[in-house]
């Protein structure tokens, strides 16, 4: 199994401690990590008419905010020890970002790898920029 450095669990679990998800009581938080080393986290914002932000759309804010337009590493947690993976719009939204080398890590709520994915194996054929004509 991939280890995860303690900074990264700390940053990824005091995220989730600050997710707003009084609907599915359901708090997710992911921290990106751009080539250069810098990390964004982001934690789930919901709303009562049920279109919130997912943590992974948050830490893309963040990181896009910032002026940073590529991921290195994503690392993504839930609040059970059960794959909590990127919904389908968060996949795109990681794939926009994303290199073939950049690592997909899905963690358990205290912290440990349940299992790393590739873009390719977390969004396979997926459509991106590239398929776009040029401007």
């Known amino acids: 199994m991939d280890q995860v450095s303690e900074e990264i669990v700390q940053k990824l679990l005091s995220a989730r401690a600050n997710a707003y998800a009084p609907y ?46 590529q991921l290195a590493t994503v690392y993504v947690i839930g609040p059970g020890d059960h794959l909590c993976t990127p919904c389908g719009d968060c996949r795109q939204r990681i794939r926009e970002f994303s290199t073939p080398n950049t690592q997909i890590l899905v963690l358990s709520r205290e912290g440990e790898v349940l299992k790393t994915y590739t873009m390719e194996t977390l969004l396979p054929d997926a459509f991106g920029p590239e398929q776009l004509p040029p401007r």
């Open 24 to 69: 599915s009581n359901h708090p997710v938080a992911s921290v990106m990590v751009t080539p250069d080393g810098q990390q964004f986290a982001g934690a789930n914002v919901e709303v009562a008419h049920y279109k919130g932000l997912c943590a992974e759309a948050s830490a893309i804010s963040a990181m896009v905010t910032a002026g940073q337009r």
